[in-house]
């Protein structure tokens, strides 16, 4: 049975086809005959019949919802976000590429152009043809350049140099094989008692003093027959910069090293060298019996270590770190004019682990008009340089590695 008596309506219009007086204030209904008409206000309204004569179920008016960014539909479930549409994400994510591009673009022209180049590898007559690989030529010269007075003290630099070029040092090649093997670095004793074009025999680290970086490479490309692609120099200054630029590099001493000439004051053990102590660590040749040839073996260590945190994911992947230290390298070198930070970069990631050497000695004590000098093994050294021009494996037992004083 229906809730309401039939015939019971709200749209004044019954199911019979009579109508309502819409105009009588008490809105009395007038019902088919049988039927008693209700007092006013004693039945509710009721929905119109359906067409079998029953009441029909009221429609249900849709639900509205707020319609703004987070809402609900409007007719139930939750809205998608505006910002959530894959248009919107693909859009984002563009912006995003485009601006980190645009960002590493300008970062590597910028640090580019902070190179300091001159022309260090002019051709000339006699010159070594281009061989197998790429070398470079790494000089580490004495300049104060960047070090104040107070630095000089602290760091037992000195103040004087004795020529407008200064010294060198640290001479090394980088040879980086063609066909992708394990690049070689190899320590060229400063006091080499060679040939330097122009001058005659002296000690390797005069032609740097005479002739700057420029007979200096002469001097090497025409005593070892390489051609050298490639000239990079770093002076005092700018090796105490780049070391504190990478938060100073970790090193493992076996002993203890103390030496007043150089400064040095380490206790045995790791421990992270700052930029300072980096300098001193690397100048110490006093501290050991063979000198020189020592110093080298702690130089190739050091800088492979230097690489390898230059190059590590805790600096490369954080900007605060990865732009002071490039910064901190790019403003601090001196490269040949060719040189491109591209390729820097190339070497860099060749010195992160490479095959150590000297080359070949025949007399450590080797004494010359120039004073104590290191006599080369010219066999021997001719048949490691020729290995690398012509791309052939070096021998074992030219490769003599690298081990801390």
């Not at 591009?101 to 006699?126: E, P």
């Not at 010294?167 to 190899?186: E, N, V």
């Not at 492979?304 to 954080?318: D, E, H, Q, Y």
């Amino acid at each position: 049975m229906s809730e309401y008596p039939e015939g019971w309506f709200r749209d004044g219009r019954p199911a019979d086809g009579q109508g309502i007086d819409d105009t009588d204030p008490g809105r009395t209904v007038r019902v088919p005959a049988g039927r008693p008409a209700a007092p006013p206000g004693t039945w509710p309204d009721q929905p119109p019949l359906s067409s079998r004569g029953e009441p029909a179920t009221p429609a249900r008016s849709p639900v509205r919802y707020p319609t703004g960014p987070g809402s609900p539909a409007r007719y139930g479930g939750p809205r998608r976000r505006r910002w959530l549409r894959p248009r919107r994400i693909f859009g984002v994510l563009a912006l995003v590429v485009v601006v980190l591009i645009a960002g590493g673009v300008a970062t590597y022209f910028y640090l580019n152009g902070k190179l300091a180049r001159g022309n260090f590898l002019a051709d000339y007559a006699g010159r070594p043809a281009p061989g197998s690989g790429t070398n470079w030529l790494i000089a580490g010269s004495d300049s104060r350049q960047g070090l104040t007075t107070a630095q000089e003290h602290e760091y037992s630099t000195g103040q004087i140099q004795t020529t407008a070029n200064g010294l060198s040092d640290t001479i090394m090649i980088l040879h980086i094989p063609a066909g992708g093997g394990r690049p070689i670095l190899i320590s060229v004793p400063r006091d080499s008692y060679v040939n330097i074009p122009g001058v005659g025999m002296d000690k390797i680290n005069a032609a740097f003093s005479i002739g700057g970086p420029a007979l200096l490479a002469q001097t090497i490309q025409s005593d070892t027959g390489l051609y050298i692609n490639h000239f990079m120099d770093i002076g005092f200054g700018g090796f105490v910069n780049v070391v504190n630029a990478v938060g100073g590099v970790r090193i493992c001493l076996p002993s203890a090293i103390h030496d007043q000439a150089s400064g040095v004051n380490l206790n045995a053990g790791c421990q992270v060298l700052n930029g300072g102590q980096a300098l001193a660590f690397v100048r110490d040749r006093h501290s050991f019996a063979t000198q020189d040839l020592q110093r080298e073996q702690d130089q190739r260590i050091f800088l492979a270590a230097l690489l390898r945190k230059m190059t590590s994911a805790g600096v490369i992947l954080n900007p605060f770190a990865a732009l002071p230290a490039a910064t901190g390298v790019a403003s601090n070198l001196t490269v040949d004019q060719a040189t491109q930070l591209y390729q820097l970069l190339s070497a860099a990631r060749a010195l992160r682990d490479p095959l150590t050497t000297t080359v070949p000695i025949a007399n450590a004590n080797y004494y010359t008009p120039a004073g104590d000098s290191v006599l080369w093994n010219n066999a021997l050294a001719s048949q490691l340089f020729s290995a690398l021009q012509h791309g052939q494996p070096v021998p074992a037992n030219l490769i003599t590695g690298s081990t801390l004083g």
